[in-house]
T-cell receptor, first 113, second 116 residues
Framework: GNSVTQMEGPVTLSEEAFLTINCTYTATGYPSLFWYVQYPGEGLQLLLKATKADDKGSNKGFEATYRKETTSFHLEKGSVQVSDSAVYFCALHPNSGNTPLVFGKGTRLSVIA | DAGVIQSPRHEVTEMGQEVTLRCKPISGHNSLFWYRQTMMRGLELLIYFNNNVPIDDSGMPEDRFSAKMPNASFSTLKIQPSEPRDSAVYFC??????????????FGSGTRLTVV
């Protein structure tokens, strides 16, 4: 079946620190991969995506590379800000049939000044 | 586009009352999803529609929950009767799907339901 595993939080970092949130997946076929972000009191927002192996998605200083050999899609940012404090969800879409996104459980990030 | 619009933003109701949550998806999107989010259980998919037809409602917790999509621009999630354990944030999301690819979901801001 299809599944997403992401590192458990919470993750607490100081401002300007380097961020990595690990995400690995299990899927048949060739899924698309996504990172969503949820700021306090809001819905999930699409942060970035990659649709095939070796693609790199990037947005707002965040990036993630679709690694088929390691079935991973780790989220990285070189220098986090307090405003990046949020919950981050990794997700995959199987790209077949009427099948919804499969979400990871989310990782809460807190950035302190 | 104004995005996915949900109403109300907050709802407080007494146990046993009927609650109706509403969602207007993005124009042109052909799929709609209802999620529930709690601290204990995280994000749960309740039901989703494709071209206004319910595809999978296996996530609906029990018969007290029902959802409809009478047309491409409107959906409702109804809880009757409501119970305190239904307290959660309910999200609606929409997307355009071809079956062979997905461009990502757009989520609404959610309805925070409190049943007392």
């Amino acid at each position: 079946g299809n599944s997403v595993t992401q590192m458990e939080g919470p993750v607490t970092l100081s401002e300007e620190a380097f961020l990595t949130i690990n995400c690995t997946y299990t899927a048949t076929g060739y899924p698309s991969l996504f990172w969503y972000v949820q700021y306090p009191g809001e819905g999930l927002q699409l942060l970035l995506k990659a649709t095939k192996a070796d693609d790199k998605g990037s947005n707002k200083g965040f990036e993630a590379t679709y690694r088929k050999e390691t079935t991973s899609f780790h989220l990285e940012k070189g220098s986090v800000q307090v405003s990046d404090s949020a919950v981050y969800f990794c997700a995959l879409h199987p790209n077949s049939g009427n099948t919804p996104l499969v979400f990871g459980k989310g990782t809460r990030l807190s950035v302190i000044a | 586009d104004a995005g996915v619009i949900q109403s109300p933003r907050h709802e407080v109701t007494e146990m046993g009352q009927e609650v109706t949550l509403r969602c207007k998806p993005i124009s042109g999107h052909n799929s709609l999803f209802w999620y529930r989010q709690t601290m204990m259980r995280g994000l749960e998919l309740l039901i989703y529609f494709n071209n206004n037809v319910p595809i999978d409602d296996s996530g609906m917790p029990e018969d007290r929950f029902s959802a409809k999509m009478p047309n491409a621009s409107f959906s409702t999630l109804k809880i009757q009767p409501s119970e305190p354990r239904d307290s959660a944030v309910y999200f609606c999301a929409s997307s355009f799907e071809t079956g062979a690819s997905n461009y990502g979901y757009t989520f609404g801001s959610g309805t925070r339901l409190t049943v007392v």
